[in-house]
């Protein structure tokens, strides 16, 4: 079972540096500084999750959801690129919508570049549907990001 390996939780100060090491590893410089992870931790309305291994607690990926009345989004979401196709995306997004919801989130957004194949299977595989396409969204290099809903159900 995937929670006997590893476990879902918040994001603790000690632990900024190694989440902003593996976002930069994974989207470069448009991945979230330890400056944005600090923001966001401290700011009160993200939730900042990370996925642990509960063998030695190191890092395998983080989530970076803001919440406002019945609306969330998904800022930030990103796996290890050793880590993944082995459930950790879904462990990961699975706890955060379970606490979003339980807060009164009745819609989940993201928005993500359109040649992102991987990303985009992953969310329709989550039920997430096509919603919205926001031209050019993306900078370095210029890309449309396509906005995706899904409905949080009771
Ligand atoms: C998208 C991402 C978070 C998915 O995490 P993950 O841990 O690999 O996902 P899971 O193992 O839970 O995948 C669940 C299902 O989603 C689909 N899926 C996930 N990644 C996929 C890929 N690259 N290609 C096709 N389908 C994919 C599959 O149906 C998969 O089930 P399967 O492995 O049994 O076929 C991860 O690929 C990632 O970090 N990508 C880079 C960062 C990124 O693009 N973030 C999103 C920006 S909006």
Redesign the pocket.
Known sequence: MIEDEYKVRLIFDEELDAAAELSAA??GDQGYSRRDFFEAVKGGNALVLGIFSREDMSIK?YGVFYHSADQAE?N????AAD?????????LLKKAAGILKEGGAKKLF????RS????I??YE??RFLMSDVRRNFYDSPKEDALVMVKVLKL
Do not use: C, D, M, P
């Open positions: 994974v989207f990926g998904i930030s979401l990103a796996i880590q993944r196709r082995k459930g950790l995306g879904t462990f993201l928005e993500v570049r992102n194949e991987g990303a299977k992953f595989r989550h």
